[in-house]
């Protein structure tokens, strides 16, 4: 179950509901027999949900658009009705450009970074639990990370962080710093924080770490249905603040790998091993 769960909160469910979508919708408006036409229409149906629920970041005014020209494609009338009808192929013409903008939109997020990592200087990190938790400190990501790297590490982590807390953090950042990761927002999310106050905070911290030469990445956070928001802030103020972003893709695949996690959530010593060696894997 969990395995299912990150595959949305991931995002790995957008692009096969986008093509169920539009496959769905195409054949339904041109297939002659109702038998054919109205399982297009379930398909159609079913990949306009699997796209909603993967809590893809895109504008909210081109979910609506897409959602419309959907389900107007859908309605249509006798063959001999002309005008209803080409209004129809209007509306599936609108939905498969809509769906191409979508994808194409979506991808630029998924390109991986190039994280440059030095063989010198500190690695400061800011995180949560999921940070935490190894048998031993130098067995949590962030000093597995640092050690293939041949850098120090400041792992400024604690249970229960949320943006707002781990604000005074980001000042603890020294002019050593060689790279800074932030891993942060999970709790936010678990704990209500409205979206506004996330984005809020999340601008303030990016602010002070900016001010350090050092690049910054900051880890995309797989989402549960319906908090977009959450991911449309991370990506707004990654490009403000010149954050590397990795996609969120990264961590949900470390989440749903079967023993990389002691509850379904926190990291056990594989799951460190893991995402310290998928961060690793992004050096460029």
């Not at 297939?31 to 895109?58: D, E, F, K, W, Y």
């Not at 770490?209 to 249905?225: C, I, S």
């Not at 790998?257 to 995402?275: Q, Y």
Request: hydrophobic share 50%; with cysteine; proline share 5%.
């Amino acid at each position: 179950m969990m395995g299912i769960a990150y595959h949305f909160a991931g995002g790995a469910a957008f692009y096969p509901g986008l093509l169920c979508a539009i496959t769905g919708l195409t054949i339904a408006c041109f297939a002659s027999r109702r038998v054919v036409s109205a399982a297009a229409r379930i398909v159609a149906i079913l990949g306009v949900l699997l796209v909603i629920l993967s809590a893809t970041p895109l504008s909210l005014w081109l979910y609506l658009l897409w959602t419309i020209s959907a389900a107007m494609s859908l309605v249509g009338g006798p063959r001999k009705d002309r005008p209803r009808n080409r209004r129809r192929y209007a509306s599936l013409s609108i939905a498969v450009v809509l769906t191409v903008a979508m994808g194409v939109w979506e991808w630029t997020y998924r390109v991986r970074p190039s994280i440059p990592y030095r063989d010198s200087g500190v690695l400061y990190e800011l995180g949560d639990s999921l940070s935490m938790g190894a048998d031993t400190l130098d067995g949590n990501w962030p000093a597995l990370l640092a050690a293939k790297a041949g850098m120090q590490v400041r792992s400024f982590a604690f249970g229960g962080a949320k943006l707002q807390t781990a604000l005074s953090n980001a000042d603890r950042v020294e002019s050593d710093a060689a790279l800074i990761i932030v891993e942060l927002g999970g709790n936010d999310i678990f704990y209500d924080t409205t979206s506004k106050d996330f984005a809020r905070n999340l601008d303030t911290m990016l602010s002070k770490l900016a001010k350090h030469q050092a690049p910054v990445v900051l880890l995309e956070l797989p989402l549960p249905p319906f908090y977009n928001a959450f991911g449309a802030a991370q990506r707004r103020l990654a490009k403000r603040h010149g954050a590397l972003l990795v996609p969120k893709q990264v961590l949900a695949s470390v989440l749903a790998t079967p023993g990389a996690t002691l509850d379904g959530l926190h990291l056990s010593p594989a799951g460190h091993a893991l995402l310290a060696e998928k961060l690793w894997s992004l050096r460029g």
